[in-house]
C-alpha cells in the first residue's frame, strides 16, 4: 500500500485484529460472541467503521455517508446472517447468504467504496469486507467447514503446490497462446521476493480464498454436490476478473481465471482447507508478476 501514513497503519493494524482473531482463534471467539445478547452481537460490527475514521478525519476526507455506510453495513449483515441462522440451522444456504455474497463481491469487483479512500489505500476497503463478512458468516452464522485457519500446517504446503504443478503447464500453454501472458525477466532479491509473496498471501490470495471457496464454494456444495459446486465456483471466480488490467470485458483472463479456479478449488476442498487454496494462488501471482 501506498500513503501509509501514521493512521493508515493504526487502521491497518485495526483490520488485521477482526482477521487474526478468527483466523487463530475461530472457536474462542466464536463460543463468545454466542453468548453475547442478540443486539449486542448484531450492533457490536460497528466498530469495523473505526479505520474509515482514523484514516478519513486525518485525510480531511471525512463524508457522513461513508461513516454511515462503513459502520451499517456490518450490522445488516450481521442482523442478516443472525436471521439465516435460525431459518436454515443446516445451514443449505439461504437468500441471505446469497444476497450478502453478492453485495460484498459486487462491492470489490465494482469498486464500489473505493472513492471513500485515498489513492493507494484500496486494500483498506476490502479488509473491511473481509472482517464484516468474517463476523457475519463465523461469529453469527457460525458456518461450518470455512477451514479459515491461520495454522499453516505441511498438508496446506503438499496440497497447494501439488495443484501448482497440476495447473501450471496448462495456465502458461494457454496463457501464450491466447496472447495473455509474455515472458519477461523480473527478478528481484531474495528478500524482496519472498515480501512480496506474502504481501500477495495476505492482500490478494487471502481474502479471494476466503470468499469464493470457504464462502461461495462451501455453500454451494450442500445444494448442489462437490463436482458442480466446484464449476460454478470457478465459473464465478473467472468472471470476477472480467474487469482486470482492461478497459473492456478481458475474456482471456476471464478463461484463465476459471480454469485456475478449478485448481484452487480442489486444493480448497481436499481438506478444506483455505491456507491450501491461498498457497496455490499466492503462488500462481507471485510467479506471474516475476516471469510473465
Known sequence: MQNLTPAAIAAFGLELVAAACFGFAAEPVTRAVHRWPSVLRVTFPAVFVAPYLLVSLSEHIFHWSWFFLYAGLPVVIACLLLRASGDDPEQLGNWRDVLILLVVGLAVDL???????????RALNELFLVDAGLYGFMGIRQLRGTGFDFHLRWSDW???LRELILFAPIVILLGLALGFIHPHRNLPGIGPAVLRWIAIFLFTALPEELFFRAWVQNLLERRVGRHVALVIASVVFGLSHFNKRSA???WQYVILATIAGIFYGRAWREQRRVPASTITHATVDWMWGLWF
Do not use: C, Q, V, Y
Open 111 to 121: 469498486r464500489w467504496f473505493e472513492s471513500a479512500w485515498p489513492t493507494g489505500l
Open 248 to 250: 473492456h470485458f478481458n
Open 158 to 160: 503438499k496440497i497447494g
